[in-house]
């Protein structure tokens, strides 16, 4: 079994920076990706980005791309993803998640492990 525990959510202005991190533990940690979504109130969650854990290959979801950045600490089992130029739009509930076997990394079903989340706000 693995658990993922995410942190550094928190309230911030339009403008400002966050790191989130999520840390795994249990079981070596060998999952193919983590993946990071959100989920706002009232909306479906969605993906925003992943990285996979061997060779750090990342994807983002349009909507990030260019502001967020996504990487891991395999040494320390660590998954981190750096928010920057936050908009309130980016107001979530902001999950990690790990994917065991390669698959689509934007779809939430390829995922086996999630966190409780963290949240996020961001003031305009």
């Known amino acids: 079994q693995v658990r993922l525990v995410e942190s550094g959510g928190g309230l911030v202005q339009a403008g400002d920076s966050l790191r989130l991190s999520c840390a795994a533990s249990?079981?070596?940690?060998?999952?193919?990706?983590m993946g990071w979504f959100r989920q706002a109130p009232g909306k479906e969650r969605e993906f925003v980005a992943s990285?996979?854990?061997?060779?750090?290959?990342?994807d983002y979801s349009s909507s990030v791309k260019g502001r967020f950045t996504i990487s891991r600490d395999k040494a320390n089992n660590t998954g981190y993803l750096q928010m920057n130029s936050l908009k309130s739009e980016d107001t979530a509930v902001y999950y990690c998640?790990?994917?065991?076997?390669?698959?689509?990394?934007?779809?939430?079903?390829?995922?086996?492990?999630w966190g409780q989340g963290t949240q996020v706000t961001v003031s305009s």
């Open positions: 249990g079981r070596t940690f060998s999952s193919y990706a």
């Open positions: 998640a790990a994917q065991e076997v390669a698959g689509p990394v934007g779809r939430i079903s390829e995922y086996n492990y």
């Open positions: 990285v996979s854990w061997s060779f750090g290959r990342t």
